[in-house]
């Protein structure tokens, strides 16, 4: 992991604390599977993100696999940022 997706890992890590529980240590733990992500989850973190970070979310972003796991939305906000 880059350092600069390293620093936004932690920062993404407390910005979703807000809004999920029993997050895992690990960033590559299925966010699904570890029952604290799910389709009401996803909004809490759409909204939590686009306002932390002021990104949009298009549509098509709205994916299962872009909320897998914490490395998977890292990298969704990190190219969001890169296009803003």
Known sequence: MSASLHSLHADLRAC????????????????WDHGCMDSYAVVEVVVALETHYGIAFAPDLLRKENFASLDAIARTVA??????
């Open 16 to 31: 979703l604390s807000q809004v999920l529980d029993d997050l895992p240590e690990s960033g590559a733990v299925d966010l």
């Open 79 to 84: 190219d969001l940022r890169a296009a803003a």
